[in-house]
């Protein structure tokens, strides 16, 4: 063969092995949930590529025959390209011998830093920037070399699914979209710009709605503000004009025998038409509705689902004991979900200081400790056992927590600053230089 006719056929195989390059890494880049709008956009071809990824067998030893037997060829083409030209030229300067072995280390060079580049580097490069439009455009190809190479393909895919199955592998790669995976990729979102911080603070906590306790959220029972049956009208009227709620929880004697709650508005409107605020007998009856009542471990979802089934929005949460530990409404839930996007008269729970500390409510929920001080959750002892960082300290300790208590864990100091009787009010979050993730309480 020619120098000219070597050179057209290595420019040839190096284009071949370009194609393989960019189809093999155009199918394996290819997103499926693109790919599946796609289809259902009308793409035939977004949903011919589906078919081929969730067997994509045939296709990848399709590839890798392409590639090895056109590597093959390029060396030796390669050889008889270069390796007499490369000689002759050497041959002026170095002995005859010398000259054909360096030439043929030269050619052989050449040939191969022209395959890495131009049939391997660059062409994955391009296939990774849009790998479904790719994908799509070369599959017609791949299927004709797939029809081409039948009885090999089916021969090498036959023996390589005999080996997974006797190394005990899965044939089929696990297509699921578990949440970690949502998770992961709202969190690239947010690092290249596409999606702002609050909004994959949002996306998180609506996955946090199956693993949260209603406890996380709840108002608690020592903040609960609810009105006795037997209350008279002024002590009602005093109680609401203090304590202005939408809600209020009804009572016959103590806050654990609920017997209903209240609407603020009904209230508001029998005040407007000077009738009596009567909570039990005929007129209570009509005014105290019926209340959901729901157990301490459920989590926010669940609530959510209650609330739906009940067609309800506001719940009293109970112990195992019958106990009233808190009440929950649909705009807690709601503003658990939306986080620092709902602006609220509260005071924050989390505030960072100028000395880089944080001070934090003993009833934060212990995940929006773990996303303020950037910790991963695998990281927490104990998982499960508490909700909020009060509980953590808790648990930590092993005790009901005293002020200037604390506990050290993964390189952050967890000192109690104020305690209202048993109630954790403050705790103050100092990062550590000792980086060690361990529990050390005082």
Known sequence: MSSAGSLITIAFLIALSAFFSVAEIALASARRLRLRQLADEGEERAEAVLQVQARPGNYFTVVQIGQNM???LGGVVGEDALSPFAAALLGQALEPRTAELTGFIVS??????????LA????????????????????PAMRGFMRLLHPVVWLFNGLADALVRLLGFPEQRDERITPADILALTEAGAEAGVLHEREQEVIENVFELDTRTVESAMT???????????????????????????????CDGHIDQVVGYVDAADL???????????????????LVKKVLLVPDRLTLW??????????????????????????ITLNDVMS?????LVQTGDEEQIVRREDGSWLMDGLTPIGDVLRALQIDPEELPQRGQ?????????????????????????????????????????????????SAAQLIGT
């Open 220 to 250: 608690t029972r020592d903040r609960i503000v609810y009105l006795l049956q037997d209350e008279s009208e002024d002590i009602i009227r005093a109680r609401i004009a203090a304590q202005p709620h939408s809600t209020y929880l009804v």
């Open 70 to 72: 056109v590597a093959i």
């Open 336 to 340: 658990t979900v939306m986080g620092s």
């Open 268 to 286: 508001f409107a029998r005040m407007l038409r000077e009738e009596p605020l009567a909570l039990r007998g005929e007129a209570g009856s009509a």
């Open 302 to 327: 669940e609530v959510l689902s209650q609330f739906r089934q009940a067609h309800e929005d506001f719940a009293v949460i109970v112990n195992e004991y019958s106990l009233v530990v808190g009440v």
């Open 108 to 117: 052989f060079s050449i040939v191969t830093s022209l395959f890495i580049l």
């Open 120 to 139: 391997d580097l660059l062409p994955k490069r391009l296939a990774m920037t849009q790998p479904e439009r790719l994908a799509m455009r070369l599959l």
């Open 386 to 434: 508490y909700d909020t960082l009060a509980g953590f300290l808790m648990v930590t300790l092993r005790r009901i927590p005293r002020r200037t208590d604390c506990a050290v864990w993964s390189g952050y100091r967890f000192e109690v600053m104020d305690v209202d009787s048993t109630r954790i009010d403050q705790v103050l979050v100092t990062p550590q230089a000792d």
